[in-house]
């Protein structure tokens, strides 16, 4: 199939997938290994996204725009109102090349008569270098909030 006769079919987009282990992120304050209610800062989770197919004619490349959207609680343990945390998109059909998976940036401010938001990030863009004979459909995109080791073990341990 030609590349324009790919882009009229640019419905049939890859699969969009929120990997349960990194669906969520209690981020607790530096104080050892306590993670009890009275050491979490916030807790944030990947609750939906909306996801768009598109064709760069700039760069000649098919891509997927995604919008993630995300709940936002303070805990106890906050001092301030101000929220930063990380979440990627990946392919896996990819790895371990470097642009497999892509990190992007939350920074916000609670509001203050709130201490929990629905929040709805930019888009962004990732590209995807559909292979000869391949369509964009036939690969999988995942979304995610990056964890470190700790974090991923304690969603593990308690998302059973």
Known sequence: MGAEAERKNMHICPSVLIERDTSARAVFKQNGNVKDASAKMFDVSLVGYDADCVYNTKKQQYGISVRPVFDIELGSAQKDRDVSFDYFVAMPQYYPAKDAKQLFSVNTKMPKNSD???????????????EEGKKISDYEVYIGLQLDKDELEYNRKNNQ
């Open 116 to 130: 929990k938001i629905h929040y709805r990030d930019n888009d962004v863009y990732v590209g995807i270098p559909v």
